[in-house]
């Protein structure tokens, strides 16, 4: 939240809405690996993203090889 927060306030207007895809491996050691996040309309979004899915790990590995994932993280502002 904090790095969103940080890219969003040097960013203009309704930029605050955004959308990053990242795809990244998860093999034998449960790890996130590879991980490549794509272009965001806010500076900084994509490789906070990015930074953030490099520490994910999952619960078990793949029964057999590496999952690929690719999935889309959407920023949309809250209004309190």
Do not use: H, I, M, Q
Request: proline content about 5%.
């Amino acid at each position: 939240e904090a790095c969103y927060l940080r890219a969003v306030a040097a960013a203009p207007g309704d930029a605050a809405r955004s959308r990053v895809v990242v795809e990244f491996v998860v093999a034998d050691a449960r790890r996130a690996t590879s991980v490549k996040a794509g272009k965001s309309s806010v500076a900084g979004l994509a490789a906070c993203v990015g930074a953030a899915v490099r520490k994910v790990r999952t619960d078990s590995a793949p029964d057999v090889g590496n999952a690929e994932v690719s999935l889309e993280v959407t920023f949309t502002p809250v209004t309190p």
